[in-house]
């Protein structure tokens, strides 16, 4: 329950308000929780005499346009935000949220009818800090989690807090940490301007939010005496304006042209054979990637390290990446042994080895995906293996379909290239999982047959190939390579 307002706490509400206004308005479409849920939670929050909840009802407050006010701020967009190097089966919201010591974020939603849901916590280098899983969210009491358990409806309602900080050695449950970077032999806290990212992924239901609203966002003292909460719109500001602006179509016009091959290719020395290599972070990758720009033989030099991840990435997924260029060749063949996931066919709950898993080509600079295979399209061979196909239509074989076995993904108007392969929520039983590769371990020795690997080949080959399986092609493309170093 809320305390009796003092004029402290008046005034307190009120530099809140002043420092996040925009926050507090509404932006005409704010979701509303159905009744199955528990209200119990947000009694606080929505009293009468709290003053942030009575501006929210206001019909003169709630008609900002474009989305502005809403407590989420950005939300990926396939043809104005590919960013990040997502996957086309994710969707992700992005809130700027105040933390400090002495206040806090609470969360509540809704589980969605989704694969995949989750929160990630990012410090200044878009690093993640911290993530809490589907699974690991408790729902309200007289609830169910369906990630949890298995024959649970989506819907039921949880909460969450995400407090300024780092992890603690025994975390409260339902909690997020803001974290700290680490910088040589010390560490700065984040926070103050708290990045929180949630996620969907293969999520039905209108802008792939699994049939439930986006979750509300309510500015708390460290206390958890309510602040404000922050109004939870269809659509965020960015990119779209709320909505406003129409979809442009361009990521299915870059997946439908081709690169001019008249055209000079830039710097790019992507290896060939193309070289598979474990995600780390960004200052390997920016590393490695500077080291095969300018030619530098042996091992990149290390750059300080800011953590794990970058590029915005999921705590919860491992990645290979391959660099390619046009230099080698217009046709690259992906290959290698498919791991179990969850709703596969035969595969019990809980007992599948990843979560999800994806191979989607990419752009370099740009960060753009141009298309996916996703685990459940995948086309698989009799062994258990899928093989990707990657060119542009203009050079795709005839024999590369689904019915011999092969998926195939565009390339994109791009000289460069990058496949990144994703594996999400490893099962702790799958030991040849990327996430089992330590830092001083070789990635095919300890993934086996699931280590991708990776050819240029010349269409007239795997064509010439008849009607081998997907395996005998991959191997005909690959000594073909050897043979033309």
């Known amino acids: 329950m809320e305390p009796p307002a003092t004029s402290f706490a008046t005034a307190r509400r009120v530099l809140f308000l002043t420092v996040f206004g925009l926050s507090a308005a509404g932006c005409g479409d704010e979701a509303t929780e159905p009744t199955r849920s528990s209200n119990a939670g947000n009694a606080a929050a929505s009293s009468p005499s709290n003053p942030i909840a009575t501006a929210q009802s206001s019909a003169a407050l709630s008609a900002l346009p474009g989305g502005l006010g809403c407590g989420w701020s950005i939300a990926s967009d396939a043809n104005l935000a590919n960013l990040f190097f997502p996957d086309k089966a994710a969707r992700y919201w992005v ?7 002495a206040m806090q974020v609470r969360v509540r939603g809704q589980y969605p009818e989704a694969r995949y849901f989750s929160f990630n916590a990012y410090g200044p280098t878009v690093a993640p800090t911290d993530a809490l899983a589907d699974f690991e969210l408790s729902p309200v009491a007289g609830g169910a989690n369906p990630f949890a358990k298995q024959g649970a409806k989506p819907g039921d309602t949880y909460q969450m807090v995400f407090k300024f900080g780092d ?25 103050f301007l708290g990045v929180m990212f949630y996620r969907t992924y293969v999520a039905s239901g209108e802008g792939l939010r699994g049939n439930v609203p986006l979750p509300t966002l309510t500015l708390e003292t ?33 997946n439908e042209s ?15 054979p193309p070289a598979v290599e474990v995600f780390r972070n960004t200052q390997t990758s920016v590393a490695d990637f500077l080291q095969a720009q300018l030619g530098i033989p042996g091992t990149a030099p290390k750059l300080p390290s800011t953590g794990s991840g970058g590029f915005a990435s999921n705590i919860h997924n491992d990645y290979t990446t391959t660099l390619l260029s046009r230099r080698h060749g217009n046709l690259v063949l992906f290959r290698g042994r498919a791991p179990t996931f969850r709703g596969q066919t035969a595969v019990a709950f809980g007992e599948e080895q990843v979560r999800y898993w994806s191979i989607c080509q990419n752009e370099f600079y740009t960060q753009r995906f141009t298309d996916c295979v ?33 998926s195939w993904l565009p390339w994109g108007p791009y000289p460069d290239g990058l496949i990144l ?57 690959k000594a073909d390579q050897r043979g033309r170093m």
Request: charged fraction near 15%; proline fraction near 13%.
């Open 258 to 272: 081709d690169y001019p091959d008249q055209l000079p290719l830039p710097l790019s020395n992507a290896a060939n």
């Open 167 to 191: 992890i603690p050695t025994s975390r409260a449950p339902n909690t997020l940490y803001s974290g700290s970077l680490p910088l040589m032999n010390f560490s700065v806290p984040n926070g």
């Open 374 to 406: 996703l685990d459940s399209e995948a086309a698989l061979d009799s062994d258990g293996f899928y093989t990707v196909a990657i060119s542009d239509a203009a050079d795709r074989p005839p024999d590369a379909t689904a019915s011999n076995g092969i």
């Open 95 to 101: 809130a700027y949220l105040p933390l400090t010591p």
């Open 421 to 477: 392969y994703r594996q999400m929520l490893a099962n702790p039983a799958f030991s040849q999982a990327i996430r089992r590769v330590g830092i001083n371990d070789s990635a095919p020795q300890v993934m086996g047959d699931y280590f991708p690997e990776v050819t240029y080949c010349r269409p007239e080959v795997f064509s010439g190939a008849g009607t081998l399986t997907p395996r005998q092609r991959f191997e005909a493309c």
């Open 222 to 254: 460290s206390a958890g005496e309510p602040i404000a909460t922050l109004p939870t719109c269809e659509e965020p500001p960015l990119p779209t304006l709320g909505g406003l602006l129409p979809s442009t179509g361009v990521n299915q016009l870059l």
